[in-house]
């Protein structure tokens, strides 16, 4: 799971606006509510801790509550 986290935070970096959708077209939620969650498998807690608050506003305004939920328990 690490070298998947090493591989594809540094390619979400580039999009901390953006939303990100599963392969079935499912909303997994803001890009900074997914960097969160890498940054916490690779022990970056600072970081995971400000992409998931990010993650929470973005989530909300965009209205994926139940994204936000899990966004907020991860934090």
Do not use: K, W
């Amino acid at each position: 799971m690490r070298d998947y986290a090493e591989a594809l935070y540094p390619l979400l970096s580039a999009y901390p606006e953006h939303f990100a959708a599963h392969f079935s077209f499912l909303c997994d939620g803001s890009v900074p509510h997914l960097l969160g969650l890498l940054a916490a498998t690779l022990g970056r807690e600072e970081e995971a801790i400000a992409q998931l608050e990010l993650g929470i506003v973005m989530n909300e305004r965009a209205g994926f509550i139940p994204r936000a939920a899990e966004a907020r328990f991860r934090l």
